[in-house]
Nanobody, 128 residues
Framework: EVQLVESGGGLVQPGGSLRVPCAAS????????MSWVRQSPGKGLEWVSS????????YYAESIKGRFTISRDNAKNTLYLQMNSLKSEDSAVYYC?????????????????????WGQGTLVTVSS
C-alpha cells in the first residue's frame, strides 16, 4: 500500500523558515517523480513544486519561486520542501503527492488529476 506521510507543519512568523518532510513507503520511491501541492483556507488546490526521480530536475510555481526549495533523499525515501521568507499567503495545508512516472508529469494546477497518490497533509500557518 502506497503511503505518504507529511510532518513538520506548524506556526511560523512572517519572514521565517520551515522544512516539511514527506516519508514515502509502499512503492519504489526512486522510480517516481514527486510533487508538493497546497490548499489555503477557502481556496482550491494549488500546485507548488515538482522534482524528478533523481532530483536532477525541479519545477516551481511562480508564487514561491526563489523562496521554496524541493529536494529528495532516495536513500531515506523522503521528500522535502524547504520554505524560506514565508508570507501570510503561504498559510495552507501542504500535501506531497506521487507522479505516475520517473519524470515530472505535473507542473501546473490544471494537471493535478495526474497525481496518483496523496498524503494526508500538514498545516502551515504563517502569522505573527
Amino acid at each position: 500500500e502506497v503511503q505518504l506521510v507529511e510532518s513538520g507543519g506548524g506556526l511560523v512568523q512572517p519572514g521565517g523558515s520551515l522544512r516539511v518532510p514527506c516519508a514515502a513507503s509502499g512503492f519504489t520511491f526512486n522510480d517516481y517523480a514527486m510533487s508538493w501541492v497546497r490548499q489555503s483556507p477557502g481556496k482550491g488546490l494549488e500546485w507548488v513544486s515538482s522534482i524528478n526521480w533523481n532530483g536532477g530536475n525541479t519545477y516551481y510555481a511562480e508564487s514561491i519561486k526563489g523562496r521554496f526549495t524541493i529536494s529528495r533523499d532516495n536513500a531515506k525515501n523522503t521528500l522535502y520542501l524547504q520554505m524560506n521568507s514565508l508570507k501570510s499567503e503561504d498559510s495552507a495545508v501542504y500535501y506531497c503527492a506521487k507522479n505516475p512516472a520517473p519524470q515530472v508529469v505535473v507542473t501546473t494546477s490544471s494537471k493535478l488529476n495526474a497525481l496518483d497518490a496523496w498524503g494526508q497533509g500538514t498545516l502551515v500557518t504563517v502569522s505573527s
